[in-house]
């Protein structure tokens, strides 16, 4: 059984970087790393750690900027990689998937009871599994059995 996160407005902030979205159009990747984190990083990797010894498989299902090109995909992978490395260090993800703008996401999904952590109502409701929004995540996480 998967459990899944997105990243931008689900654990990092990058809507609250300031002119973020005037950045991204102009290629810079900066925005990604700067996100703040959105939930307590320590929490989340201390229960993600237990589930994942109880069976689990945690990664990341997350999408490049809207405005792409190979070389700034790159840039943003790479981004995105350092910001998981720095806030999510001692997590061994088992899948980190960062794919282009618009993909659907369940393409990761492999059973009806993944879980999706995501704050886009549309990428929720194209999950074939059970997705929640950004609310309470660790909450949810912790009455998984
Ligand atoms: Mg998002």
Redesign the pocket.
């Known amino acids: 059984m998967r459990i899944c996160f ?5 654990i990092a902030n990058l809507y609250g970087v300031e002119n973020w979205l005037e950045m991204l159009i102009n290629k810079d990747e900066t925005p990604y790393e700067k996100a703040e984190v959105l939930i307590n990083m320590n929490s989340l990797a201390r229960v993600l750690n237990k589930l994942q010894s109880k069976g689990y498989e945690i990664g990341i299902i997350s999408w490049l900027a809207k405005n792409s090109n190979n070389d700034y995909d790159e840039r943003v992978a790479s981004a995105k990689r350092r910001w998981l490395a720095k806030h999510l260090h001692s997590v061994k993800f088992d899948f980190i998937e960062i794919v282009s703008y618009g993909t659907p996401k369940s393409f990761a999904a492999t059973g009806r009871n993944d879980i999706l952590f ?3 109502a549309h ?1 929720r409701e194209e999950w074939t599994g059970v997705a929640y929004d950004v609310h309470n995540i660790l909450e949810v996480l912790r009455t998984l059995p």
Do not use: A, F
């Open positions: 997105d990243m931008d407005g689900t995501d704050d886009e990428n």
